[in-house]
């Protein structure tokens, strides 16, 4: 064994782990429809990997063979969970299955992906436990690190996916793709659980909103295999614009020092004007379907954000027309938040102030975009006291202390 | 249900604390104490004096043995606490993960004991 042989054999687990590892556990538990012991299976291939390929060499096919390792130690996964009866047809069918095996010297084995993220965002799942379950058995990420990004003690997000897990293996969730009339609505739990990942609304006013912030790649991973699965879905193309608009900003988020900037006070520069081409491309290619839809629409609102790189303005008025098609469709309280920002820079501060009355007192109470934008409508009223009020509640809902700080410091 | 934030410090932070009433960091507490208050889970809070103003008591063996400063031999101390009226430990997570403590030390969330328990210790 030579040194450069184990890297390699590393560097092939890691990247076979992540490319392959919602494929295998999909294909691993579609009859099964036990995706604990499918993610165990595969673990195990992976460990047994880590022992022979840096010795033996990386197989032709390293996926066909962590296959072949993940259904043998299946196998014996089930055999020892001792209800014979119930699992034979199972033992069969992985038996069968293993002694014709087409996909042994090739990767075509069928992708039963898209079954497993309807499987997760299925409505008998808590709509809560959709994001973390995908991003747990199509990503393989641990509990421990979805538990960092949704703001809950490790042990239970970990109780939580197992119990969502035995739901789904005991509570007759069908591993398969939702037919019309279901499927919009089906696959619309589909988007949102992979939007969640990326991280709500973040760039209202100061509304850096923390859930799942870091995990933006492995959504934009998501949005791209789901594309990939259902290339002629304009939401699907919608979401992923979406989030390359969003990602496209990064960059410009943070000045040199740290500090937040927000998007009104970002320099265009720093961009990123490859993400921004390639969301225009997803965008306008979502549009030719001739079905809007929520994420089009929120893409949109974007796209004439990202204008601003070349004409040096916003169009303000095209975004409130977009914010008026998504309202009809999405009543959240970021896209009343925003629709507030954009009416008030449109048609000043007083017309913005009343968009935000119109929303229930008691469901803004947690939300600090709205305290913000409502801080700033006041602040440009001259009504300073107010402002100062409402600058509190911000800072006081604040979570990054970028944010927080920006706040403290318009508060003066 | 009722959850105690317990805020712990850095030596920095005190000494922050100790010099200066009008640092900025001061404006992020009093917006979150009218968040808190705002958001109605608000039950009690109190800010505690430096560690180096404490006296740490044990009686072994029949005998007193009185030490200068906190029970923890740790860099952050306890710096304060508040009690919250929640639905959910989720909840005290959101809460605690706003707090401007849990940017600049550490906030732990704990559940208040049952009041069973609370009654045992009381007498009442």
Known sequence: MNEIHQEDAHRTIERVARESYGRLVAYLSVHTHDLASAEDALSNALVSALNHWPREGVPKNPEAWLLTAARHSLIDVIRHQKVVLESEPTIKFLTENSTETPWSTSTHFPDERLKLLFVCAHPAIDPAMHTPLMLQTALGLDAARIAQAFLIAPKTMGQRLFRAKTKIRGGGIPFEIPQEPDLPERLDAVLEAIYAAFGLGWDDMAGADQCGRDLAEEAMWLARVLLKLMPSEAEVQGLLALMLYCEARRPARWDAKGRYVPLSEQNPEKWLGSLIDEAERHLAKAFQHGRVGRFQLEAAIQSVHTERAHTGRTDWSAIVLFYEQLLKVSSALGTRAGYAAAVAEANGPEAGLAVLESIDAEAVAHYQPYWAVQAHLLRRLGKTREASDAYDRAIGLAEDPAVREFLIQKRG | ?124
């Open chain 2, 1 to 124: 249900m009722q959850f105690a934030l317990m805020i712990y410090h850095t030596p920095e932070e005190f000494e922050m604390r100790k010099n200066d009433y009008s640092h900025p960091h001061l404006g992020a507490w009093r917006g979150y104490y009218k968040a808190l208050v705002e958001a109605k889970v608000y039950v009690s809070a109190n800010a505690l004096e430096l560690p180096e103003t404490g006296t740490t008591v044990r009686v072994k063996d029949g005998k007193r043995r009185v030490q200068d400063g906190p029970y923890a031999d740790t860099k952050e101390q306890l710096a304060g606490f508040i009690i919250l009226e929640l639905p959910s430990v989720d909840a005290a997570l959101e809460w605690a993960a706003r707090c401007p403590g849990a940017s600049i030390g550490a906030v732990e969330v704990r559940p208040l004991a049952p009041e069973a328990m609370q009654r045992g210790f009381t007498g009442e």
